[in-house]
């Protein structure tokens, strides 16, 4: 790639096609195990090379300061991880939701931390960089290695599956924005369930822990699963809000589509076990 054109990424949504919460480590991190599987409806990145060491992003996200913008977070990180002296101009095109449980600020971390690898030619592996992307939330890594995975630990510790079905989903995105430190220090969340082999999760027998606090919190969540759930197996993405329903063909997404009310935001969209992050870094 040519450093000195504007690069152009795309910054993905994931799905959680399950989410059980196992345990709690002593510094507040849970323990977990999910199958995460990117979808095609991306944000973009546009980086552009700018004089000295300075970092700007546009637009400005409403209530967010810069220095909480995990974007510019992953630019300082890799900056001064890498002693680089270059700066970036970042523009994102936001279409993902915030607070649905479709990581897609942790996805644009990954692409920050991606794209300006690639910019700034700081040469940095996939390894390192999920290594840096993991101190800024444990659903990074899985964005910057671009692979379908079975995820344990607190989210880092990933197996590729690129066998994985890759199936279409209805999603349907609640008007309401979860906040997921209120879901994961809930007391009444489920904290002790038992860890599954990844055979019984792909045959469907799992569940996400956090479905039935946020359902709780947030009745337009609960409402938007019961609607789901006329269709087939419904399920929550995450901490939510988005909730989706797995089908094996885009006619039959659409199907489904065309049955839900007009006042509900929904969406088809395809499954990916190759992020489009990946595709356009190697192409």
């Not at 944000?43 to 400005?60: A, G, K, N, V, Y």
């Not at 993902?96 to 920050?112: D, E, F, R, V, Y």
């Not at 994961?184 to 969340?189: C, R, V």
Request: glycine share 8%; net charge negative; with cysteine.
């Amino acid at each position: 790639m040519n450093s000195k054109k504007p690069l152009i990424l795309p910054s993905p949504a994931k799905l959680n096609l399950f989410l059980h919460i196992n345990g709690q480590r002593e510094d507040g991190y849970h323990l977990l195990q999910s199958i995460f599987q990117f979808v095609d409806w991306c944000d973009e990145l546009t980086f552009s090379e700018q004089d000295q060491s300075r970092i700007s992003i546009t637009p400005h996200i409403e209530d967010i300061p810069l220095e909480d913008n995990l974007i510019y977070k992953a630019a300082l990180l890799l900056q001064r991880h890498t002693g680089c002296q270059q700066g970036a101009h970042i523009n994102l095109q936001k279409v993902l939701p915030m607070g649905a449980g479709l990581g897609g600020g942790s996805s644009n971390a990954a692409t920050a931390l991606v794209g300006l690898n690639e910019l700034w030619q700081t040469k940095l592996s996939i390894n390192e960089l999920a290594e840096l992307g993991l101190t800024l939330g444990a659903d990074v890594p899985v964005f910057v290695r671009g692979q379908a995975a079975w995820a344990e630990g607190v989210g880092e510790l990933l197996t590729p599956m690129l066998d994985l079905d890759e199936n279409w989903f209805v999603l349907v995105v609640p008007d309401c924005h979860v906040n997921t430190q209120n879901v994961f220090s809930h007391k009444d969340l489920t904290r002790d369930t038992p860890k599954c082999r990844m055979s019984a999760a792909l045959r469907g027998t799992g569940r996400n822990d956090c479905e039935l606090i946020v359902s709780k919190l947030y009745q337009e969540v609960s409402n938007s699963l019961n609607l789901l759930k006329k269709f087939g197996s419904a399920r929550m993405t995450g901490t939510g809000s988005c909730v989706f329903l797995e089908v094996t063909s885009e006619h039959q997404a659409k199907q489904v589509l065309a049955q839900l009310p007009a006042n509900y935001t929904a969406k088809v969209v395809k499954g990916l076990n190759q992020s489009p992050l990946n595709n356009a870094v190697i192409s």
